[in-house]
């Protein structure tokens, strides 16, 4: 059931640390994959290491021109539209509310909102154009559920996130085309690794049941389970992987 043998997947931020796993973890599955960042070096040697049936291709999620363009060479790479999307590609800007500036608002924005709706809707297309089921996984947060000092653009951008998921889910169903959400606690990535360090971070560990951060590799189950046909009744879910921060009050 977890089998992806014989689709396709698209992986925006796939430079990263989460995007990088996701698509080693959808190749690992039997899936052909289309590796999508700005950092082309990044993805061109991911795209080596994963050997065939992976292709890295440019893509800037807040460049709506970049988005079709890099469909189209997914699907002249791989042979079809891609059936499984993962949203992944975001940013944080970290300051004091009182401190953040109206391009640090919208720069947060155009990645992790306009960008995940705008690929999303661009897949969605070509999916109902070819009357192909697929399945979008929208890279949420936990901090779309809760917050913390000194993120506000990237809280609401991942409540949005959460939302246009639901939205997504009602109205693509007619399309056989599934979306969810997951929504991965706290990792240490490139965003945050130095915060985690500090006091501040290891206090907000602390915080956590489990007593500790995430790793991608928490996220590989929950991924396969929304992308392959083990999860073909699951439309509008968020999958919280977060070590339990979620329902601590603290």
Same mark, same amino acid.
């Given at each position: ?51 065939? =049936?992976?292709? +890295? %291709?440019? @893509? ?8 079709? &363009? #890099?469909?189209?060479? /997914?699907? $002249? ?29 919208? =720069?947060?924005? +155009? %990645?992790? @909102? ?8 661009? &897949? #969605?297309?070509?999916? /109902?154009? $070819? ?45 056989s085309i599934r979306v969810n959400a997951l929504a991965p606690g706290y990792l240490a990535t490139d965003l945050n690794r130095e915060f985690f360090a500090s006091e501040p971070g290891q206090a907000m560990i602390r915080r956590v049941p489990q007593r500790r951060l995430g790793n991608p590799d928490d996220l590989t189950g929950p991924l396969l389970l929304l992308a392959s046909s ?21």
């Amino acid at each position: 059931m977890f089998s992806l043998e014989g689709r396709r997947a698209f992986v925006t931020g796939a430079s990263g640390v989460l995007g990088s796993h996701f698509a080693r973890v959808l190749h690992g599955a039997g899936a052909q994959v289309a590796l999508a960042a700005r950092r082309m070096e990044a993805i061109a040697a991911l795209a080596a290491e994963l050997g065939q =049936g992976a292709v +890295a %291709v440019p @893509l800037d999620v807040t460049d709506p021109a970049s988005i079709p &363009a #890099a469909f189209d060479a /997914a699907e $002249a790479a791989l042979g079809g539209p891609c059936d499984i999307l993962v949203n992944n590609a975001g940013i944080a800007v970290t300051k004091p509310l009182l401190q953040q500036g109206v391009d640090d608002w919208d =720069g947060v924005m +155009a %990645v992790n @909102l306009r960008g995940c709706f705008l690929v999303g809707q661009e &897949a #969605a297309k070509r999916l /109902a154009a $070819a009357k192909q089921p697929g399945s979008i996984i929208n890279i949420a947060s936990v901090l779309g559920q809760r917050v913390i000092p000194g993120v506000a653009g990237y809280t609401a951008a991942k409540a949005g996130l959460l939302h246009l998921t639901r939205q997504m889910a009602v109205e693509l169903a007619r399309h056989s085309i599934r979306v969810n959400a997951l929504a991965p606690g706290y990792l240490a990535t490139d965003l945050n690794r130095e915060f985690f360090a500090s006091e501040p971070g290891q206090a907000m560990i602390r915080r956590v049941p489990q007593r500790r951060l995430g790793n991608p590799d928490d996220l590989t189950g929950p991924l396969l389970l929304l992308a392959s046909s083990a999860g073909a009744h699951m439309t509008g879910a968020t999958i919280t992987v977060d070590g339990g921060h979620s329902i601590n009050p603290l």
